[in-house]
């Protein structure tokens, strides 16, 4: 049984499919090819605005890059203190920004909350010039803690980063999860709530190695193809990331995916919920679930049953499941024998 992350997932068989297509014959370099030329407006389509496409390999380099994109090298950038930009990217964000500042916010259940946010702009220093200026939020979505934000919480946030003269970065490396779990529209949770700009995932969600960064306002993208090349992102064969990113959206595959990690999360999340000596840490509302263990020796039991996971919080007894789109019920049900088994016997 493998939970350790949706990373660890494969390939969907459509994209693998489109794969092999778009592998007949040769075609143009550097996205000059005709499926790439076709990215801008299918994603226009699904996003029911004109919207700017550049595929790119890693959901680090849509990140760091987009954010490169909105703030200048003195630049402010808020976000969740434990968000991805902030301690999983190696400092890539502060690199291809050229040095712009995070600053962390504290959330709940990962989630940044408009009180927070007020904090943390009325605790930057302002009006000299030895101080940082705001310039971005970024708010991931679903957030890293399995959690989403409702369409409201992103429109107040969107609202309040604008009247404080801010861009809207949206990470989106588990945008699927979060459009599934709020069945809305990919509109509705992104330009039409005030973000300016996505990283929109496929990876962790039946890609092969595909993401993209999408900008709803085409002012902000003007140096994107430049900051690309630079940063050593911008690849020769691109046809391959845009053959999975066009196959990703087509007849709804993306979500078909979401709603079954989310859907196979659920089912994790009624076996923690039915057995004594564990609890959930988070709300799960897309595809992660965060496990806190009353006896950490289980953990060692549950690793030592063939169970993948990350130790997310050692010293807390906290761990991480993460389903994908490949969970399949055989293996929610193993889980439930191996969690039993880990904790003791269950009455
Ligand atoms: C929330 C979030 N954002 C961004 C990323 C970065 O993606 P990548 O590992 O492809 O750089 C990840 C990685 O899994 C992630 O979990
Ligand atoms: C945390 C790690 O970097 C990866 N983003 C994951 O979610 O598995």
Redesign the pocket.
Known sequence: MHFS???ASGVAPEIMAALARANEGPAWAYGRDAITGRLDALYSDLFERDVRVFPL???????ALILASLTPPWGAVFCEQM???NV??GG?PEFYSNGAKLIPVSGRHGRIDVAGLEGAFAALPRGDVHHVLPKVLSL?Q???SGTVYSLEDVGVLCDRAHKEGLHVHM????FANAVAHLNCTPADVTWKAGVDAL?F?A??NGAM?A?AAIFFDPSLAEQFEARRMRGGHLFSKMRFLSAQLEAYVTDDLWLRLAAHANGQAQGLVGIVEETAGVDLVHPVESDEIFVRFEDKAAISRLRDSDVSFVPWDPAAGVIRLVASFQTTDEEVRQFRAALHSAVGDQA
């Open positions: 992350s949706d990373n390999a890693t959901g680090t380099a849509a990140n968000s991805h930009i999983d990217e890539a991931t679903a957030t890293e990470d989106g490396a588990r990283s995932g990876t962790k190695a993401e």
